[in-house]
């Protein structure tokens, strides 16, 4: 779960970073410079008062702001520039972890390069970068038998490993026979949880008219 709330950060701090890149002749600004009084933000903090800068809640509001500032900066950059290594500039081991399996995955994503991943330290976030990689590539060419290789992911360490694999390689398939509009009940039964199957069953079987291919949609009555 730890890694789930890490990743989703990541990702959240990418997309405010992709709308900045988006712009093609973005205003310089210099960072210190505080648009609305003209002034640095040193120069601000020294103008403040020392009964609040001495304070420990504007200490820690400090850090915080920082930290954020350190990490969203580095993440902009390496972003820009899709190049994971200018995460090793931050200080922070978390953080670097954390914008290094951003960038790779972008990369990894873009190229369709599963071997793209194999550079990543931490095993979670390697093993999250194959697992979207398998998932991409098996969506783009409607194979199921892709999502097989999901289970292979990782050698488990304990029984928790096993299940979460399985998990994984059963939303893949119902990921797959969901988004095909030639998908029948049939494909529903390579899900390996019961309850899984049933559900996928369902929705297929109450899928509306309108996700049907159009070859097979009755011809409509011609005036």
């Known amino acids: 779960m730890k890694n789930i709330v890490i990743i989703a950060s990541v990702l959240l701090i990418l997309a405010s970073c992709s709308q900045w890149t988006k712009d093609k002749n973005p205003q310089v600004v210099n960072p210190k410079i505080n648009t609305v009084s003209g002034t640095t933000y040193t120069q601000d903090i020294d103008s403040t008062s020392a009964k609040i ?3 420990p809640e504007f200490q820690s509001c400090m850090k ?14 390496a972003q820009k520039s899709k190049d994971a290594t200018f995460c090793k500039e931050l200080s922070n081991a978390d953080q670097r972890s954390s914008c290094e399996f951003a960038i790779t995955m972008v990369n990894a994503q873009e190229k369709n390069d599963i071997k793209l991943c194999d550079s990543l330290t931490d095993m979670n ?3 999250q970068c194959q697992l979207q990689i398998y998932r991409q590539e098996a969506i783009s060419k409607n194979d199921i038998t892709i ?6 992911l990782m050698a488990p360490t304990g029984t928790g490993t096993n299940r979460d694999n399985m998990m994984q390689k059963d939303q893949c398939i119902l990921q797959i026979v969901m ?21 996928c069953k369902t929705m297929i079987k109450n899928r509306p008219m309108n996700t049907i291919p159009a070859a097979e949609l009755p011809n409509e009555r011609k005036n």
Do not use: L, N, P
């Not at 988004?179 to 559900?199: A, F, H, N």
């Open 64 to 77: 915080q702001q920082a930290t954020m500032c350190i990490q969203s900066t580095g993440m902009q950059i």
């Open 53 to 55: 800068r001495e304070t």
């Open 147 to 152: 999502c097989d290789k999901i289970s292979t």
């Open 179 to 199: 988004s095909s509009k030639t998908s029948s009940e049939k494909d529903c039964e390579k899900i390996s949880d019961t309850r899984s199957v049933e559900m």
């Open 125 to 127: 976030y390697k093993k």
